[in-house]
Every structure is written in structure tokens, then in C-alpha cells.
């Protein structure tokens, strides 16, 4: 559905997006994981045709993007990192200008606004954060397109909104939508994409299924271990594992688990101690991220100064 | 229709912003009035109050319009859609043009107490006015889009628009000054709207002939036009 070949964007000696490549299937949810000023917003843009293509090749529900940009525009819904309809216009007038634009049927209009339950006769500006996101996603379903790319839907909503925006995200990808989700939010990674590509300085550092990204970082497992007592003697047996406090348990990294429960055994026979809570878990999609992206803690400045990353 | 449809949107979405009614609407109106308050017979000026009021009209609104879509990206929202850039400057253009008119013809009908003039004057007077506006508004659009960052746009138009009004021959003839300073005149676009209305209203023209301004108006509004789409697509 969405396909990008060598995908690369320069800003003069400046590339904000470099050589990237990947598949989209069809009724998949795809999350583009990367901190700010990797290259998802650029990569956004020239997929949806807002800006210009510097190399490379992308297709769009098996339309060129350089050469069929309009096959491209009819194919597409685009919810930007802005809720960005007009603010005189009422929800409904809005509506029914985009479907003048798209050449959609004025019923659609009707339909979208009982659907998602819009406050049809309200002036946009006069909308709370989370209704102008709303609103702006159903925009974006005007003309009933097969592909939906959302640009950092929940930036800056707050928790019952960005609950919301989720929800609805999970309702179009049931109807059957292609979704590209660009995202820093974590809790946005971990639940809704069934794959995930992981860009970081213009490039795509991890690409697969959540589980995959997940065992990124090698064998590695956290254990969670709670104690009785818990003594400095138990905190210096395990400085191996890289201890940390998290509540009241100890959090331990663990290569080889069947190892560390005997050396536990061990230790256990050796200090005394009941064990209240053992568990392990994978590291999460977030560690994975911190991992990967971790060198380029800071923003990445631009030559240009000006450049929508 | 989807130019139609982006008109509508616009004087919807702009009319009432206060860039469109400070310097689109009250500056050409109360400028009018003090010329009128101040000298008693104003016929030599009335075509260049006009001009004064199209030229405004038009780029305060246009300049607005696109500051805020600019600004609030719904100038993407509008690219997103299978629209031309083409239409989207047809648009644009014809709506600043739209808004440029009824603020002379306000103008206009504020002149008329104090001035007689022909009725059969009146459809020349209309084709000059509908060319300039058209002329101006391409002019805005295009200074709007091709100034980098959107908050200068209105500095820089009143920078241009400022000193037009007296290089144009709209306040005082151009045969009164320097003959060097004529070629400022026929380098300054608004020096055609003001020769031609001249002509419409009043039977004569100062430097140029009423064909000329006429062309040179069209030859305008396509140049304009035709640098705007450029400025677009080198913006988006």
C-alpha cells in the first residue's frame, strides 16, 4: 500500500532524511517511531506530496508520488502535528468545503459528523484541543481514503483526549485503513501498530513486529525480585546484574536467566532472605527506542535554520 | 467549482480579520475623506483615490488571508487536496480582487457627492477598476508568498505600497515632477490604474494612454499570476 524506495530529502548539504526503505501492507497500522527532528515529518511530507522528493522512489496505494501526485492526494487522508482547519467556519462548513475539494458526495458530510459524534454547528476556533483533533482526523475521511497518514496525533492532547484520538485510530484500521503513525509517544508504540520503524538522524535504525523490536536489544531480560529483608549485603551479591530501585523491588538485567536463578539460590542459602516477588518481563518498545536513538539525546539542529523536520 | 468553492471559504474565513479591515477598508476610506474634507474640487484625485482604494482593498486582504494560512498550515490542508496550484492562486487572486472592488466602489460611491462625472463614463470607469483590482490582488499574492517569513509580509507590502502612492501620479500629476522621474512612474504598476481611470472619469490621462494602462493592467495580473504559482511551489 505504501512502498519507499532510497527515500532521501536534502536541504541543501543538510539531509533531514536519508536513503530510507520500507513496505506497508494494507490494513496495517505502521509506526514511525523517532525523537524530534529524525526525519518523520519530512518523510510525512513527501509521502503525502507536500514536499519534494531530493532521491528515491514512493508509491501510495500504486501511485507514483513524483508523477501521479493527484492519484496520490485522492489515496490519502493526512492528519497533521497541527489541528489545521478554519476557524470561522463551523465543523460542518468546513466539512463542506474539503468535500468540494475532493469532489466527494455532500452526504458524507452528514454521515462523518453523526459517525463520530461532532458538534456539526460549532465554530472550529471555539472547539476544545481534543474536539479540533478530532475533527481533524474526520476531515481527513472526507473522501474515504484507503491510506491515513496521522503526523504525532496526540501531541499535546491531554489523557481523555489522547484516549479518544486512540480509540479512533483503532476504529479506522478496523474499517480496513492503511495507517502510517508517526510517534515519540511510547504508549502510542506499545499499543496500536502492528509494525514499527524506528528512524533516528534521517535514517531507519529497527524495522519489524512489536515482539521483534522488542528482542533488539539482545537476550537481555528485567527481573523484578522483592525481598525480606532487604539487606545492602543482597544489593552487592547482584551488582552483576545492574540493580536498580523501582518502588520497592529491585530491577535486574538478566542475560541467562536459568544462571541467575541459581547464583539467586546461592545467595539466598548464603543471606537469609524470603523472596515476596519474582517476575520477568521483555524490554519494553520505549527501551528499545532510548537504546537505538540514545547518542542523539538533543534535537537535531538544521543548516537551513527553517526546515520542517 | 473548487475555485469557486475556495472563494467562498475565503471571504468567509478573512473578511473580518483586522489586517482585511484596518488597512483594506479604513485606511482607503478615511485617506479619501481627509483629501475630501481638506481640497474642494478633487476631480484630478478621484482616480487616483480609487487606485489608492483597489490597491489596498485588494493586497490587505490577500496578505492577511495568506499570513494566516501560512501561518496556521491551512495552507497544507488546502495543498493536501487534488487542487491545482494554479486554482489555488486563480483563488486567492480573484478573492482579494472580489474584496478590492466593493472597497472602491464604496469609495466610488463616497466621490460621487462631491464630484459630477458621466453615468456613460461609469463602464469604463468598472473595466478599469475590475483590471486593477485583478492586477493588485496578484500583486499581494505574489509578495505574500515570496517573503520568507509571514509576519514581515505587511512591512514589506507598506514598503512597497507607501511610496507607489506618489510615484503613481495618484496624490500629484506626474507631469508636475522631473522628467527622470517619470520612468519611477512607468515602473510603478498602480501609474496605469490611475492613467486609466483618469481617462474613464475625466476625458484625459497624464502620462499614459488609455490602451496602454489597459494592457499593461492584464500584462500585470498574467505576470503576477504566473510568479505567484512559482513562489507557491518553491514555498510547498
Redo the contacts between chains.
Keep these: 500500500m505504501i512502498e519507499a524506495v532510497g527515500l532521501t530529502k536534502r536541504y541543501g548539504d543538510f539531509t533531514a532524511v536519508d536513503h530510507i526503505s520500507f513496505k506497508v501492507k494494507k490494513g496495517e497500522i505502521f509506526g514511525f517511531l523517532g525523537p524530534n527532528g529524525a526525519g518523520k515529518t519530512t518523510t510525512v511530507r513527501m509521502l503525502s506530496t507536500l514536499t519534494s522528493i531530493t532521491e528515491g522512489e514512493a508509491y501510495v496505494n500504486g501511485y507514483d508520488v513524483r508523477r501521479e501526485k493527484v492519484g496520490v492526494k485522492k489515496s490519502i487522508g493526512v492528519v497533521q502535528d497541527v489541528s489545521n482547519l478554519y476557524d470561522e467556519l463551523t465543523v460542518e462548513e468546513n466539512l463542506r468545503f474539503l468535500a468540494r475539494l475532493y469532489e466527494a458526495p455532500l452526504e458524507n458530510v452528514s454521515k462523518l459528523v453523526r459517525d463520530f459524534n461532532l458538534p456539526a454547528k460549532k465554530k472550529f476556533g471555539k472547539l476544545s484541543s481534543g474536539y479540533k483533533r478530532r475533527a481533524s482526523i474526520v476531515a481527513a475521511l472526507i473522501h474515504d481514503p484507503p491510506v491515513i497518514f496521522l503526523d504525532e496525533p496526540t501531541i499535546a492532547l491531554d489523557v481523555k483526549s489522547a484516549r479518544m484520538v486512540r480509540e479512533m485510530i483503532r476504529a479506522l484500521n478496523v474499517a480496513g485503513r492503511t495507517i502510517f503513525l508517526t510517534t515519540h509517544n511510547m504508549v502510542e508504540a506499545e499499543t496500536l501498530p502492528h509494525r514499527i520503524a524506528i528512524i533516528n538522524r534521517g535514517r531507519i535504525v529497527a524495522m519489524g513486529g512489536r515482539s521483534e523490536i522488542r528482542r533488539l536489544l539482545g537476550s537481555e531480560i528485567r527481573v523484578r525480585l522483592k525481598v525480606e529483608p532487604l539487606k545492602t549485603s543482597l544489593i552487592h551479591a547482584l551488582e552483576g546484574y545492574s540493580p536498580v530501585f523501582d518502588e520497592d523491588a529491585l530491577v535486574l538485567k538478566v542475560d541467562d536467566i536459568d544462571a541467575f536463578m541459581e547464583e539467586l539460590a546461592g545467595i539466598k542459602g548464603k543471606l537469609g532472605f524470603r523472596i515476596v516477588h519474582l517476575s520477568t518481563e521483555l524490554p519494553s518498545i520505549e527501551d528499545v527506542f532510548l537504546e537505538l536513538t540514545e547518542e542523539e539525546g538533543e534535537e537535531r539542529g538544521c543548516a537551513c535554520g527553517g526546515c520542517p523536520i | ?2 475555485v469557486w ?2 472563494i ?2 475565503e471571504l ?3 473578511m ?1 480579520k483586522p489586517g482585511s479591515i484596518s488597512w483594506g477598508l479604513v485606511f482607503p476610506l478615511v485617506f479619501s475623506l481627509a483629501f475630501i474634507a481638506r481640497f474642494g474640487d478633487i476631480d484630478h484625485l478621484v482616480p487616483g483615490l480609487l487606485s489608492i482604494s483597489a490597491l489596498f482593498g485588494t493586497t490587505s486582504f490577500v496578505a492577511s488571508s495568506i499570513i494566516f494560512e501560512r501561518r ?3 495552507f ?8 491545482s496550484y494554479g486554482e489555488v492562486i486563480l483563488a486567492k487572486v480573484l478573492v482579494g480582487a472580489i474584496f478590492g472592488l466593493l472597497v472602491s466602489l464604496v469609495t466610488l460611491v463616497l466621490v460621487s457627492h462631491f464630484m459630477a462625472y458621466s453615468i456613460w463614463s461609469l463602464p469604463l470607469v468598472l473595466l478599469y477598476l475590475v483590471l486593477s483590482n485583478l492586477a493588485f490582488s496578484a500583486l499581494g499574492v505574489y509578495i505574500s508568498l515570496a517573503i ?1 517569513n509571514p509576519i514581515n509580509v505587511m512591512t514589506w507590502l507598506n514598503l512597497i505600497r507607501l511610496p507607489m502612492m506618489f510615484t503613481s501620479g495618484a496624490i500629484a500629476s506626474l507631469t508636475l515632477f522631473p522628467r527622470w522621474f517619470l520612468i519611477v512612474g512607468l515602473i510603478t504598476p498602480m501609474t496605469y490604474s490611475v492613467d486609466g481611470l483618469r481617462y474613464g472619469l475625466l476625458y484625459y490621462y497624464d502620462v499614459i494612454p488609455p490602451l496602454e494602462s489597459m494592457l499593461a493592467l492584464v500584462m500585470m495580473f498574467l505576470l503576477f499570476m504566473l510568479l505567484s504559482i512559482r513562489a507557491l511551489k518553491k514555498l ?1
Excluded at chain 2, 76 to 83: F, G, I, K, S
Aim: glycine share 0%; proline share 4%; hydrophobic share 50%.
Design positions: 467549482m473548487k468553492a475556495i467562498v471559504k468567509r474565513e478573512y473580518l496556521l498550515r491551512t497544507e490542508r488546502l495543498l493536501l487536496a487534488p487542487v520568507s510547498y
